[in-house]
């Protein structure tokens, strides 16, 4: 029997207590070359391999805390008459598939879920679903292994994400259920999907790849294709109705392309106290992407200026790290590749003990330079290697089909539950 686990994150690498995840099924297969690009993907995977590597991933985080699969969550959600009536009504409305809501309303709870996540092939009973050219009525959520991006964790509360792309839309629908009902997780929701009455512009969409806690009193956030200059100001709306103190949000402008720079996960991640990865070309080169520093008092924004860099800005707010280059500090197309492969998306499960793909070796070595020690996932998971009690250490998992998904180790964590760092 598991207790009821409060959502409380303010850090990124505080001690992990709880993780929401999604071990990849059979809606990662559901493209081709020619739609790959519709689904969010640079390529199409293979499941057998890419759940193989996942597994790893997987085992890690189980050792680490409590790990909880999106699938299970949603089906005891479903459990209950009249969740599974509003969330299906908001599901069909959101997607123009009201024609199905009586065929999903009368399954299993744990069959809903899984069609929910792995699609509603269409049924050709017309002529129009004849010969439509679609395959579902409710499109496979391609992408929902990547469960960082759909909500994302601040102290207690769960920011849902409205996301830019409206085939990712159902994941943060998901999440809000399960947020909102599951009997196992106490949280506060605040959705951007639903901003009501707060003063934010059009065109909002925020993702979690791009929301980072820094600490209680500080966010770093994204902006790009996938967070909008309005989906940070809906976040500041939220903080100034706080009316604390003081609170800063460090803003990075993003490049619009290649498609490896669409969170800012994939460019800068928290490690320790003391240390962050960069891609340097970015984060810290001479480059047009602006590092913006706001800073609200009691409800009011005080200042907004420009920083040089985000390792500068916070170390101006008492946060000194030392960047880590993806890729290594050599040579750029090396930093290229690795950035490429999600080189620079790490995750914490404790202060310096951090997950990422062994297939980037340049930062693997850069990383083991720094003083993390090297041990392979396999090797924890069978219990010959120990996850050093207080070392720094880098847990390699597999990752080259996982990889073309576009995203790492952050990306597939949702992290609700951490402990408080001891700074
Ligand atoms: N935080 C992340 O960077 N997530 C990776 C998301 C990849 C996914 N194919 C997407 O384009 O949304």
Redesign the pocket.
């Known amino acids: 029997m598991i207790n009821k686990m409060n959502v409380n994150v303010a850090s990124e690498f505080g001690e992990l207590e709880g993780v929401i995840i999604h071990t990849p099924g059979l809606e990662v297969e559901e493209m081709t070359p020619e739609t790959a690009k519709r689904?969010?993907?640079?390529d199409i995977l293979n499941l057998s391999v890419a759940r193989e590597e996942y597994t790893q991933l997987k085992g890690v985080l189980s050792k680490a805390g409590l790990c909880l699969e999106v699938t299970d969550l949603l089906a005891e959600v479903l459990k209950n008459g009249q969740i599974r009536t509003d969330l299906l009504n908001e599901i069909c409305n959101q997607e123009n598939a009201e024609n199905i809501y009586q065929e999903l309303a009368e399954l299993s709870p744990d069959e809903l879920a899984r069609q929910l996540i792995q699609g509603v092939p269409i049924n050709r009973n017309n002529l129009s679903r004849y010969l439509s050219n679609e395959r579902f009525s409710l499109w496979p959520l391609?992408?929902f292994l990547?469960t960082?991006?759909a909500s994302m964790s601040f102290r207690d509360e769960v920011v849902i994400g409205k996301?830019?792309?409206k085939v990712?839309d159902r994941e943060a629908t998901i999440m809000e259920a399960i947020f909102n009902h599951h009997p196992l997780i106490e949280a506060k929701t605040l959705s951007a999907q639903k901003p009501g009455s707060l003063p934010v512009g059009k065109n909002l969409s925020i993702?979690?790849?791009?929301f980072q806690v820094a600490r209680e009193d500080v966010l770093v956030i994204g902006t790009g294709v996938?967070t909008t200059a309005a989906g940070i100001d809906f976040i500041l709306e939220t903080i100034k109705e706080k009316k604390e103190p003081i609170r800063h949000i460090l803003v990075q402008e993003l490049p619009d392309m290649p498609?490896s720079f669409?969170?800012l996960?994939?460019v800068f991640t928290f490690l320790d106290r003391d240390a962050c990865m960069v891609y340097e070309p970015l984060i810290l080169g001479t480059n047009r992407f602006h590092t913006i520093h706001i800073q609200v008092e009691n409800g009011e924004v005080t200042k907004i200026s420009e920083e040089k860099n985000l390792p500068k800005a916070l170390r101006k707010l008492g946060m000194d790290l030392k960047p880590i280059y993806c890729g290594g500090s050599k040579d750029l197309w090396t930093q290229e590749r690795e950035q490429w492969h999600?080189g620079a998306?790490f995750f914490a499960i404790a202060p310096g003990q951090i997950i990422g793909y062994e297939r980037n070796v340049y930062t693997i070595e850069e990383l083991n330079k720094q003083g993390f020690e090297v041990i392979k996932a396999q090797a924890v998971i069978d219990g010959k290697a120990e996850i050093p009690k207080n070392g720094k250490c880098v847990i390699t998992i597999a990752g080259s089909e996982l990889a073309r998904?576009?995203?790492?180790a952050?990306?597939?964590t949702m992290p609700f539950c951490r402990k408080k760092v001891d700074w």
Do not use: T
Not at 39 to 42: C, E, I, K, M
Not at 207 to 210: A, H
Not at 405 to 408: D, E, I, N, Q
């Open positions: 689904a969010l993907y640079s391609h992408n990547f960082r991006d996301m830019a792309n990712r993702e979690g790849g791009d996938r498609e669409i969170h996960d994939m999600s998306n998904g576009g995203g790492g952050r990306c597939m």
